[in-house]
């Protein structure tokens, strides 16, 4: 099976999922853009679970391209998946970790039993992906992945955004 594809324009800390994905970066602990709004309206119980995690498994920091889940806490999920997407035109800018945190997010969904996830465009804002070569990457990654989860919602900020995805989906 694979996962149905939505379009959304709008905010991703609005969205009620099961999980939704964050673009976080390596340390775990917040930053700017989707991440920080993520943390700002799912206060700070988000926060503690990273350093948790940070401390017991991932002491160096998550790896591009991986994916782990905390509590959502104030938010209208039950998961954040966070993810670390490459940095376009840099050292490991590869479009295969991008790709990779596609799968890697819809793979911890399946562990945890998600079956809806709301996405942002990884990679697109502070790392510089151009929008519409991450839109194909993101499309065709979740296309070609076989997972439980049923709905796989892009939640995307502006109009180029929405745009560029929607192109991929035909
Ligand atoms: N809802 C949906 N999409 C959003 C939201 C939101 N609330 N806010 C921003 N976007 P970015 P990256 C869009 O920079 O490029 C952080 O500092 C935004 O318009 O959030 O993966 C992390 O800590 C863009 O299209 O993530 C890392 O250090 C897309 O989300 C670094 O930025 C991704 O933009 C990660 O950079």
Redesign the pocket.
């Known amino acids: 099976m694979t996962a149905t594809i939505t379009l959304v324009r ?6 009620s999922a099961d999980a939704i994905v ?6 775990l ?10 943390h700002r ?1 799912g206060g700070p119980a988000i926060l503690e679970d990273c350093r948790r995690l940070r401390a017991s498994h991932h002491g160096k920091g998550l790896p591009t391209g991986r994916a782990v889940a905390t509590t959502a806490g104030d938010l209208d999920a039950r998961w954040v998946i966070h993810t ?2 490459p ?1 376009h035109g840099a050292p490991g800018g590869d479009p295969e970790l991008l790709a990779s945190c596609y799968r890697e997010s819809l793979r911890v969904a399946d562990e945890l039993g998600a079956r809806t996830v709301a996405f ?10 151009p ?1 519409d070569d ?1 839109a194909r990457i993101a499309v065709e990654t979740v296309r070609s992945t076989p997972t439980a989860v049923e709905e796989v919602r892009f ?4 109009d180029r ?1 929405y745009e560029a995805f929607a192109r991929q989906l035909g």
């Open positions: 709008g905010d991703i800390t609005r969205q964050n673009a976080a970066n390596s340390s602990l917040g930053g700017g853009g989707v991440d920080g709004a993520i309206r670390v997407g940095v942002p465009a990884i990679s697109t804002g502070v790392y510089r992906w929008m991450a939640v995307l900020l502006d955004a």
